[in-house]
């Protein structure tokens, strides 16, 4: 009966709920109001509940989001980190006998430990009748009939010792059906005194462990593989962002473009407004020189400022609304009239 109550429990499936292969797409919402400007624009920001409440038997209860299993648990429902996979009424997961207990295999959980626990007591009790019957049969002590039947002995060891493991958790799971509880449920909320909304009295609670119908598995282990459906690859050609001034939906990509090269063009168009204006400083205090070929390219405006092969100085890092000319340009314009023309290059 032993070995036939372990087999079951450590065979069967303990209530594994099967994975999503997506998250699950009506919990996305977006919400303008979180959203963050970028470029003047508002970028409504991705809102996803990692929470939700439920509720049982008219009280609420809050369950979690499964990164893993991309679902949302089920009440009493837990991720199990040595099976990997979420388990409907999640106990604990047992070394000894190999599997997680859950909803599917606690009854025959506990029926192999209770009954460990009546066969460690029967061959006990058994082992020490044996050894009054040597101690009857041969006139002799209790020494000389321990050394007739010595195996006698060491079953008594062992079983006094084992005694105490399965008798402790026969009585601590006892303990847990009478109130409804799972040992992950009490070892992890003991402290924070919650009410137990599963508890229904401790003849319903037993009833409820041993003589409801053990739901059916959500897994068809048999079955063969089947080949995962590819999703329709989503195509947002526009992102939920909204321009202060129109109102007008813009695609996000074309907004990063459109700022990289605004950016860009105002940094160059600074860059030249600085050094035209330094040449027409000096040139308003008298210092006028003969214009040469280094002050013209290819026939522009003579007031545009000189493309310089040099080193490019360029406005990135600098905050906006602050356009003080540094003095390396001031030393770069101090000797264009040296210079050779040269050729604007885009």
Avoid at 107 to 125: E, G, K, M, W
Avoid at 198 to 213: A, D, M, P, R
Avoid at 216 to 245: G, H, L, M, W
Avoid at 277 to 284: F, L, Q
């Amino acid at each position: 009966m032993v070995l036939g109550l372990l087999f079951i429990t450590s065979s069967g499936d303990p209530g594994i709920i099967p994975r999503n292969s997506h998250p699950p797409e009506e919990e996305f919402s977006y919400e303008s109001c979180a959203s963050v400007e970028v470029g003047g624009r508002q970028t409504p920001s991705l809102q996803f509940p990692r929470t939700k409440e439920v509720m049982v038997n008219d009280m609420p209860v809050r369950v979690k989001y499964c990164d893993t299993c991309m679902l949302y648990r089920p009440p009493r429902c837990s991720h199990c980190s040595i099976c990997n996979n979420c388990v409907e009424r999640f106990d604990h997961h047992c070394p000894w006998v190999g599997q997680c207990i859950g909803v599917r295999n606690y009854r025959y959980f506990f029926l192999f430990v209770s009954s460990s626990t009546i066969l460690c007591i029967y061959v006990f009790a058994m082992s020490a009748l044996y050894i009054k019957i040597l101690m009857g049969n041969y006139h002799s002590t209790v020494w000389k009939a321990m050394k007739e039947s010595p195996a006698s002995v060491v079953l008594m060891a062992y079983c006094f010792i084992s005694l105490w493991f399965v008798g402790g958790l026969t009585g601590f799971h006892l303990y847990l059906i009478g109130t409804n509880q799972t040992t992950y449920e009490n070892f992890r909320y003991r402290a924070d005194n919650r009410p137990n909304v599963y508890n229904q009295g401790c003849l319903n609670n037993f009833l409820e462990v041993f003589f409801t119908k053990t739901k059916p598995s959500r897994n068809k282990f048999r079955a063969f593989v089947q080949d995962e459906v590819p999703r329709p690859p989503t195509i947002r050609t526009q992102e939920s962002e909204v321009d202060e001034s129109g109102g007008v939906r813009r695609a996000k990509v074309e907004d990063d473009l459109e700022i990289g090269g605004d950016l860009l063009k105002i940094s160059q168009r600074h860059n030249f407004e600085e050094v035209a204006e330094d040449v027409r400083s000096r040139g308003s205090n008298g210092q006028h020189h003969e214009p040469t070929g280094a002050d013209f390219v290819l026939g522009s405006d003579p007031q545009a400022p000189v493309a310089r092969p040099e080193t490019r100085h360029s406005s990135w890092g600098r905050r906006s609304g602050s356009w003080e000319i540094s003095p390396d340009i001031l030393n770069m314009n101090s000797g264009v009239t040296e210079q050779k023309p040269v050729a604007l290059k885009e």
